[in-house]
């Protein structure tokens, strides 16, 4: 029993079927075809209090995400660093490989979107509680290229405030240099800067 126990864990020799096969064994399937894992889970910042993170699993002597392999298995090589298991099932413990597909963390973020599940586009109103109305909101990709919303009301009132601090100033000096081009004409003495 000691050596079959040695040759089943100890080997590399296992196929993805048999992976396959082990790591379902540690599953519940719900009645809506999840394959729930209920070993130990990696929990990431995206995973809410509550909530159940990603399958941890063990595959050829590394600790891994498993749903993140069986997108490998389906992608026919290993993902990258910008690739993603997409659970379409939205449980992320979940296993099944008909509920994993690869793709990239953009897809998978406009998924979320097209879902509903993303938490920024769920946003309607700014931070100041204007909603984001198709005049009031301004499409940008200031500063990087992330598109993102800016509530024009919000940008009103900041204008309106730098213009309360600054535009005295500038009225100020715009009346100085009138009356010292008005003087210059006349060629009188120059008014000086108060
Ligand atoms: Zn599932
Ligand atoms: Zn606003």
Redesign the pocket.
């Known amino acids: 029993v000691k050596k079959a126990w040695r040759n089943r864990f100890a080997s590399k020799e296992w196929s993805n079927a048999d992976y396959l096969e082990h790591w379902k064994a540690n599953c519940v399937i719900t009645p809506s075809g999840c394959w729930e894992w209920q070993g130990f889970c990696y929990r990431f910042r995206n995973i809410k209090p509550g909530q159940r993170g990603y399958a941890a699993g063990c595959y050829r002597g590394k600790g891994v995400r498993i749903s993140r392999i069986i997108a490998g298995w389906k992608l026919g090589r290993p993902l990258t660093r910008s690739e993603v298991g997409m659970h379409d099932c939205d449980n992320h413990p979940c296993i099944n490989p008909d509920h994993i597909s690869p793709g990239t963390q953009k897809q998978n973020k406009l998924d979320e979107v097209a879902r509903g599940r993303s938490f920024y586009a769920n946003k309607t109103h700014?931070k100041?509680?204007?909603e984001f109305t198709s005049e009031n909101t301004w499409h940008t990709t200031q500063r990087d290229d992330r598109p993102r919303r800016v509530?024009r009301?919000?940008s009103r009132i900041k204008g309106r405030e730098v213009w309360k601090k600054r535009g005295k100033e500038t009225t100020a000096r715009r009346r100085i240099r009138r009356q010292q081009l008005r003087a210059a004409s006349l060629q009188l003495p120059t008014v000086k800067d108060p």
Request: hydrophobic letters at 0%; a negative charge; one cysteine or more.
């Open positions: 700014c100041h509680g204007h509530c009301e919000c």
